[in-house]
């Protein structure tokens, strides 16, 4: 456990006492005081204790809220300390318990780490106003009479250890466990407070008769309530008792068991249940019965005997709930980032102490998915690799990561863990199960249907069982699985033999799915389509597409891998994935010409996109899209070669031959209206316009901007292509000096993308920066600059040279200056905020 160090970095260290300080009763105090008074009283009790620690050697290492934790070398220094505090603050308002423990914390550039670093503060909490208490490894230290208080169990679940009061006044009981029978767990509780006080505020419910904690193995179902439990306690005065139920294999051992737990004898002639009764009935005791999910459903019926006798709280954990009436659920997650981190760390240091963090200790956490049993055992792997080793290894992970002798044989290894669940489903629930872990990242009711065949009871049954999940998101639920579970249901669906065909499965699914959502390359999207919403669909999907790309690639499914890529490239484009763009094109491009005329078609058309808009290499583009034009001529699709001389005329354009640009973008604009194709008439448009405007014919490229608008508008094109439009209409104010115009196109063009493509957005932001900085604004300008230039670098795409070349003539300047290097460091989106009001 660490305790960060946010006062002083200058800690004792070696055998350190801490003393923890708390306020007794400060809710009360700051009623009868009032707030002013209260307040003054508060720095007057804070400068008194620092005043008295810093006299004798201490060092402040932490406050928290009413509380001070401070550090002192010696324990006799922390002690004198302790007493002049409680001899200070005596005249006062304010009464402080304090309690000290001595230990040997490790101290590293966290702070100090070890089990030691709380107790004090936990000695501290059992104590009364004014009282003074320390543990024996303090008492044992200072040459005092000392009032033995005997042994004591904290709500740390530690072992019961003797208390010595430092004071020599009366106080009533400490505050410590009493009438609790709960296990001593192995390691300190870390972190998951969140979850620690929803448990425990369900616990404090009277309403609430069985709560169950759920979750899939290893994920610290027991810890939680143990430590929930011991925190409820002062709200069970009559008792709290443990049951652990992984022992038994038969359900009606169960009551027994309680039996047992709770020291109840079975009486001749009397059934158990009937006893059971006549102890706990109108009892305010609660009952942890632990590792139920192998027992039910019988096991249930058992434990609705227990509520039903009217007494004891039933705490539950599970892999499977219950389904019983008034069963309140909670559904355990894996740790928080920073709780899985420290987790992983303070394991980590009970074997080797002086062991150090680096970045790789986090996405090792995140790749173990901060699953609590994964983290643990992965930690007792630290004395034989580096977490890059571990990191490297991870595709073993089920039978690398391996617990000690006295590891609970079901949790010796994570393959154990999930294999004891796996042995409890039903024929249909394990084939389910190996079937969707072909889905990474997910899936939706639909996908599981078509590719795995599940039915909705199935579905919910591995729902129960804690072995699949639900999220929700925009497009209605998905079901996904901890990584850990889904590598062990993959293995298996590889020793069924069944992997090939759920793998083409889910891969023709993707294809199917992207096909049916975003309309061809250069043709108006489908009446009732929407493209945006398409865009987002399949953002859900990217991990599976990722993987139905490998698959299909490495299984010889070129025909599949092109068609999938050509279906999802404009997702990949308009949502900023253009390292997965280029990615498909590297290996899409050998086998383009080995698939079906049509997709091939299809296919060149899609890479000149890519190489255009993404890697700027227009000569790439044409030499894709005169191929495109090869196949479209043999297939005799004119409205094809009309969308493709459009692109061509883009490349002479980028090229700067302006005035055969011009020439073909006249030309083409004929033909579409004499054609009566309005999308490529508008297309045509949006084209003159540009090549208009960089030939310094302001007026010309006006109207056909604006005429372009109008017909996007009426034929109800894409958002993306009215923001383009809109955009160039911002560079053509640039162009000709109208700085507040160019803004206000700029902002339009903003307002309009229905998404937020990066390349939109960049070049938008380009623009603005450049009205900055024509406007002497030069440190936004630089700043907004440096975002644009960072992100083509992150992302992996830049402006079309053509266009770059029209903000660098005016913030050129402005590179390598501080306010632009700060802007590196920002993304677009945090870019866009700094933009001045209109």
């Not at 652990?244 to 109840?264: I, Q, T, Y």
């Not at 058992?302 to 039933?314: D, K, Q, S």
């Not at 990722?546 to 890529?565: F, K, M």
């Not at 078609?601 to 890479?607: D, E, R, S």
């Amino acid at each position: 456990m660490a305790h960060h160090a946010a006062v002083k970095r200058d800690l004792p260290s070696g055998t350190v006492t801490f003393l923890f300080s708390d306020i007794e009763g400060s809710t009360r105090l700051l009623d009868e005081l009032g707030a002013d008074k209260y307040s003054k009283a508060l720095a007057e009790h804070r400068r008194l204790i620092r005043g008295a620690c810093a006299r004798f050697g201490g060092v402040e290492v932490d406050t928290q809220g009413d509380a001070l934790f401070v550090a002192f070398p010696t324990a006799p220094g922390a002690v004198e300390a302790a007493t002049a505090i409680g001899e200070g603050l005596a005249s006062g308002p304010i009464r402080v318990r304090i309690g000290l423990h001595t230990g040997t914390p490790l101290v590293t550039d966290e702070g100090y780490v070890g089990s030691d670093v709380h107790r004090a503060a936990r000695i501290a909490t059992a104590g009364h106003g004014g009282q003074v208490l320390a543990s024996i490894s303090t008492a044992g230290l200072v040459d005092l009479e000392l009032r033995d208080l005997g042994e004591h169990r904290f709500k740390d679940l530690a072992a019961p250890e003797r208390v010595f009061q430092v004071d020599g006044g009366d106080y009533p009981a400490l505050r410590s466990l009493r009438n609790v029978w709960l296990p001593v767990p192995p390691t300190p509780f870390l972190g998951r407070e969140p979850e620690l006080q929803t448990v425990s505020e369900y616990l404090a419910r009277d309403e609430i008769r069985i709560l169950t904690l759920t979750g899939p193995g290893g994920t610290g179902k027991t810890r939680l309530a143990l430590q929930a439990a011991a925190e409820a306690s002062d709200h069970y005065p009559d008792g709290i008792w443990w049951v652990p139920l992984a022992p038994l294999r038969d359900s009606s051992l169960l009551l027994s068991a309680v039996a047992h737990a709770v020291g109840v004898q079975e009486q001749p002639g009397r059934e158990l249940e009937e006893t059971l009764t006549a102890e706990l009935a109108g009892k305010r005791a609660l009952i942890l019965l632990d590792n139920a999910e192998h027992l039910l459903p019988g096991g249930a019926a058992e434990i609705a005997r227990l509520v039903a006798m009217n007494g004891p709280t039933l705490l539950v954990t599970s892999r499977e709930r219950l389904q019983l009436g008034g069963e309140q659920l909670y559904p355990v997650p894996t740790l928080a980032e920073q709780d899985g981190i420290d987790l992983f760390l303070a394991r980590a240091r009970a074997l080797e102490p002086a062991f150090e963090t680096n970045g790789l200790v986090r996405e090792l956490c995140s790749r173990l998915d901060n699953l609590p049993l994964a983290l643990e055992l992965a930690a007792a792997r630290t004395l034989l690799f580096s977490p890059a080793q571990l990191l490297e290894r991870l595709s073993q992970r089920l039978d690398l990561l391996k617990g000690g002798r006295d590891a609970d044989p079901r949790q010796q290894t994570l393959r154990a863990t999930i294999e004891w669940s796996y042995e409890l489903l039903t024929p249909e629930e394990q084939r389910l199960l190996r079937c969707l872990s072909v889905f990474s990242g997910g899936c939706t009711y639909d996908a599981a249907e078509d590719v795995c065949r599940a039915g909705p009871d199935t579905l919910q049954s591995l729902l129960d069982k804690s072995l699949l999940r639900r999220r929700d998101s925009t497009f209605g639920s998905r079901y996904w699985m901890l990584e850990t579970i889904r590598e062990f249901a993959a293995q298996l669906l590889e020793e069924a033999g069944d992997a090939s065909t759920l793998r083409r499965r889910q891969a023709e699914w993707c294809c199917e799915l992207a096909e049916r959502l975003i309309t061809l390359l250069g043709h108006p999207p489908a009446p009732g389509v929407n493209t945006e919403a398409g865009f987002a669909r399949l953002h859900d999907e990217r991990d599976n597409v990722h993987n139905a790309l490998a698959w299909a690639w490495s299984s010889g499914q070129d025909e599949l891998g092109v068609r999938l890529g050509v279906a999802y490239s404009l997702c990949w484009i308009e949502r900023g994935s253009f390292y997965d763009a280029v990615a498909w094109l590297e290996v899409a491009a050998p086998r383009i010409s080995l698939v079906p005329t049509g997709v091939q078609l299809q296919a060149f058309k899609v890479a000149g996109l890519i190489a255009f808009h993404v890697l700027t290499d227009t000569e790439q583009a044409d030499r894709y899209w005169a191929r495109a034009q090869v196949v479209a001529e043999q297939l005799g699709d004119v409205d094809e070669l009309g969308w493709l001389e459009s692109r061509r005329a883009a490349v002479t354009w980028e090229r700067g031959d302006l005035a055969t640009a011009l020439g073909l973008a006249q030309q083409g604009l004929e033909k579409s209206r004499d054609s009566g194709n309005r999308f490529r008439e508008v297309q045509w448009l949006h084209g003159l316009g540009e090549v208009l405007r960089d030939l310094g014919r302001f007026d010309e490229a006006e109207r056909a901007l604006l005429e372009a608008e109008l017909i996007y508008r009426e034929i109800g094109g894409q958002g993306f292509s009215i923001a383009a439009n809109t955009h160039s209409l911002g560079d053509l104010a640039l162009d000709r000096g109208d700085l507040t115009t160019a803004a206000d196109f700029y902002r339009r063009s903003l307002a309009e993308l229905p998404g937020r493509s990066p390349t939109t957005l960049a070049v938008c932001l380009g623009g603005i920066a450049s009205v900055l900085a024509q406007r002497k604004r030069d440190e936004t300008a630089a700043t907004i600059w440096g975002a644009v230039c960072a992100a083509e670098e992150t992302l992996g795409f830049r402006i079309i040279a053509a266009e770059r070349r029209r903000y660098e003539n005016r913030l050129q300047r402005l590179e390598g200056t501080p306010a632009w290097a700060a802007g590196r460091d920002l993304t677009l989106e945090e870019a866009l905020a700094l933009l001045p009001s209109p």
